[in-house]
């Protein structure tokens, strides 16, 4: 079977876990804050904080940016849920705004028109690695956080690293994204006093320079551990290789699936440039017959992504019903990732794209 996603791991991440166990210092260690430079390096961004999931960092994000109760957060339904879900922890309401057709990030016009006297921020996903067009956005003055979890590598236009213009981006480490430590994530920001709170934050609400009595303001847990910090310096290293060769996956799959019913992943444009993520492609029809058909050619699929307002949770606590973002709910009812990771053969994507057209 080929498999949808594969980590690219080898002697140097075995080599860097070691080091750390051998230390004794598994947490709260060196291992974080040098983790945080180098990534930060890598985006051109002030500040960087490592916590425990892509998922705990858009949480610390919108808290940083005074996120609460009764706000409104606009932002895309086309998405996975952790995007939505961390506004509904502040107690806020996530107010989406439908997807451009071509990028299937949150359509800049649709977004202005769902901002209210209640917008407290905009939360654009930067959705299969494609930046989200974020200068758009910036021009109503609110405040934004990134969903940059899918989209490590990306590149806006005027050449800013997507996670590096100075608002609070997320990025996850969870294990099928470019670069792993098994679950983890990050926060990159401009400021340093986000970069303060969600320091404390992330540890329990304690202050830095007091003791472990003291903590003078509500926190969590959401440390990442120096294991996963030096998994993920190890894996940092190597990420230019890693994004190439997901690029390569890509354009061998463009070519072997041009010219039919399919609708592929948008190309780079205006000068933005994609991180590689995931390869999704739209079908035109019976999406889950032709992953039935994938499967027993032994080729893994999945419908990715599905629309959030859609799923039964957000349904039933907020009435959302289908029809209310057409270009969201059409595309989320004919993606289908396919198999993608760095290693992945020519031999591969051929076997993929033959059974996929065989299967249409
Ligand atoms: C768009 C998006 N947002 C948020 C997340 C959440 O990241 P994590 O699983 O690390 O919490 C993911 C990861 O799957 C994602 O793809």
Known sequence: MIPLAQPVLGEPEERAVVEVLRSGQLSLGPRVAEFERAFAARLG?????????????????LRAVGVSEGDEVVTSPFSFVA?????????????????????????PDAAAAAITGRTRALLPVHIFGYPADVPALERHGLPIVEDACEAL????????????????????????????????GILTMGSAEHKERVDSERNQGRAPDMGWLDHDRLGFNYRLTDLACALGLAQLERLDGMLADR?????????????????????????????????VVQVPRDRDRVIGRLR???????????????????????????GEFPVCEDVAARSLALPFFPAMTEGQVAQVAEALLTAL
């Open 45 to 61: 961004a002030r500040h960087a904080s490592a916590v425990s999931s892509g998922t705990a960092a858009l949480h610390l994000g």
């Open 247 to 279: 690029a390569r996956v890509a354009g061998w799959y463009r070519e072997a699936l041009a010219g039919g019913e399919l609708q592929l992943p948008c190309e780079d444009a205006g000068g933005d440039v994609r991180g590689w993520f995931v390869f």
């Open 296 to 322: 027993e050619r032994g080729v893994s699929s999945k419908p990715y992504l599905p629309a959030i307002h859609l799923m039964s949770f957000y349904r039933e606590r907020f009435g959302h019903r289908e």
């Open 153 to 184: 590598g990306a590149v806006h236009a005027d050449g800013t690293r997507v996670g590096g213009r100075g608002h609070p981006a997320a990025f996850g480490f969870y294990a099928n994204k470019q670069l792993t430590t098994g679950e983890g």
């Open 83 to 107: 995007s939505a879900n961390t506004i509904l922890y502040e107690g806020a309401r996530p107010a989406f705004a439908d997807i451009d057709p071509v990028t299937l990030n949150l359509d």
